[in-house]
């Protein structure tokens, strides 16, 4: 039995640079997991099933849409693997919610089916795999803050420490992922901005950060759901240094100096999921 965590992700500023003939759009994006995390059990069967039972949230489902099924699913195609599997998937990161929960999920249950199963697919085959089960699949992979162009697959791992405590917030709406990108409408290709600068100047002096660090989705969805483009004014009345929406939404982060400033200002959102978090470790 495997016991893995599989992390949330937030996107320190998010650039739609330009729409693509295969119908993705090139993104310029920071990806920083953070220690909020689902917790992910896993077992090999005596016959070759893959199911999946998943706790916290009944909105999904074990069939081949849940990621995680998805992802052991590829696994095996491409190596020619024919064992079983039982997955157990502990929810804490809400679903489609610009968190990236079920990415980091699916990517989880790659490394860990490969361990499982005694079977080494290399590091560039697993990558691969990972973006064919989604864009922002492959980062899970991988360092835990990361540059990523193109459409998300493509990272360069970043060698920072980020300090702040985080407060993520997240009404309960759904913001589907492919509405945002056609919303967003960069038909004629917007420049990339320099993140990883503009990071490290914002890490001495966070009021840097806004205004800098966007998120091009923010417009489109904030004009459909109102109530989203609120909770970032309310984050900065309640302190942030910075907030931003995180990927297509509708999760606001807000980042703050201290853990208890974070718990604080998470008193001004009743109603609201909200958990306070840091910044995943670097690992040595
Ligand atoms: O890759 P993923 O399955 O997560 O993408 C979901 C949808 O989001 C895609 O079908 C596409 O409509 C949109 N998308 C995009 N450009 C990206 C990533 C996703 O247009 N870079």
């Known amino acids: 039995m495997l016991e893995l965590r599989a992390p949330a992700k937030i996107n320190l500023g998010l650039e739609v640079i330009r729409r693509r003939p295969d119908g993705y759009h090139d993104i310029n994006t920071i990806f920083a997991a953070v220690d909020l995390h689902d917790t992910i059990f896993l077992k090999s069967r005596p016959d070759n099933a893959i199911d999946c039972r998943v706790e916290g949230n009944d909105s999904l489902t074990s069939d081949r849409n849940n990621l995680c099924v998805r992802a052991a699913e590829a696994l095996r195609n491409a190596t020619g693997c024919r064992r079983g599997l039982d997955i157990a998937l502990h929810k804490r990161i809400p679903m489609g919610a610009g968190l990236g929960g079920g990415s980091s999920d699916a990517a989880a249950v790659l490394k860990g089916a490969a361990t499982l199963w005694g079977i080494d697919p290399g590091d560039r085959v697993l990558h691969e795999l990972a973006a064919g089960i989604g864009s922002d699949v492959p980062f899970f992979l991988g360092a835990p803050l990361a540059i990523a162009v193109s459409r998300g697959e493509e990272l360069r791992a970043l060698d920072m420490n980020l300090p702040h405590a985080i407060l993520l917030i997240n009404p309960g709406i759904h913001v589907a992922t492919p509405w945002a990108y056609g919303a967003v409408n960069r038909g004629s290709g917007r420049s990339a ?20 660090l966007v998120n091009d989705f923010e417009p489109a969805v904030f004009a459909e759901y109102p109530l989203l483009r609120m909770l970032k004014e309310r984050l900065y009345e309640a302190g942030a240094l910075f907030a931003l929406m995180s990927g297509s939404g509708s999760t606001m982060f807000g980042l703050f100096q201290r853990m208890e400033d974070a718990l604080h200002a998470a008193t001004n959102f009743p109603g609201c999921w909200h958990a306070v978090t840091r910044f995943a470790a670097r690992r040595e």
């Open 193 to 212: 901005s320099d993140l990883t600068t503009i990071l490290q100047r914002g890490l001495v002096s966070p009021d840097l950060l806004a205004g800098q």
